[in-house]
């Protein structure tokens, strides 16, 4: 039986993406996110081989973890949707094990200093990760372990989702070093880095409580969310979905909210091509002299062919002269539309 489990050394990376996965939603465990890579970059220094195995175990976890749910995806069958999670997640952490094996290489050219160099490297890696077209993944970032830790997120006002990713790389680093750092001066400039890692999120959370200490108008937004399955509002149509919204936003308190946001594909129709619909959105919009931001499937005619798209659409009360904005290229990408009352002649 020996023979048919991993070795021992296999098992760090591995529990180092369980940690990941731990600190992501719905979990938000966040904290066990900034040792979360240690485990890997344990494995990392003493390996003698490539170090892709380990990068690869890790990543084959970490991004099975997150991505897990498309193999429930609706609208296709099980077993196509459990081979897309499957090779989603393997591509994933094919990137992980390429990503160990180029930094191996580094670091036995230029020696431990070269893992200083590992959150610019991991941000400048992710950005590559979620810009590969139809391949782009924007869910199994270091940034999503922090969406429970809210002081940190405010720096995202300055550097986006790349800020939260090196903050999370930069700890883990600082830590392994205290670790396992052979030389002093790496010890001690690992230790010089903690003060500075821990004033980010504390200088962040202070620059963003000033605009809540300021007097501003304030805009009520009703958050709608309906608990329905994903498989059973394809299976049931869009009259069961619409019923449901339609009902939830009646059931709020008349002129307690001026915005109201539904989430992706509420209604399972192609919006913009279904007029009864559109004209059902844009009545509730006047009924309730309110405006509703709802996502709903869509698709884009290029040249011979029918792009499909993940729409996102605003619909208002009877405002004159709204602009409709299309984005879309290359039959990729969304559409954010302006629903008017009229919209169907």
Known sequence: MRRFLPPQSRLLPALGGLLLVAASPPYNLYILAWVGLVPLFMMLEKTRGTGFTEGLISGVVFNTGIVYWLAFNSGTYLGVAALT????????????GTAAWLFIKLRRIIGFQAWFFVPVAWVTWEGWLTHLGELAFPWPLLALTQAGFNQLLQIMEFTGEAGVSFWVAAVNVVLFALLCAGRKPDRIFAAACIPILALIPVVANLHASKY?????????VLAVQANVAAHEKWIKGAQFSWEIYDSLMHSAEPGSFKIAVWPETALPIHLMHQSLFANRLTALTDELDAWVVTGASDYHRLKDEYKPLNGAFLSGPSWKNVPSVTWCPSGRGFRFNSLLPHWAN
């Open 212 to 220: 809540m200490q300021q007097k501003r108008d304030v805009i009520n």
């Open 85 to 96: 999670m499957v090779l989603a997640a393997a591509i994933l952490a094919l990137a992980w």
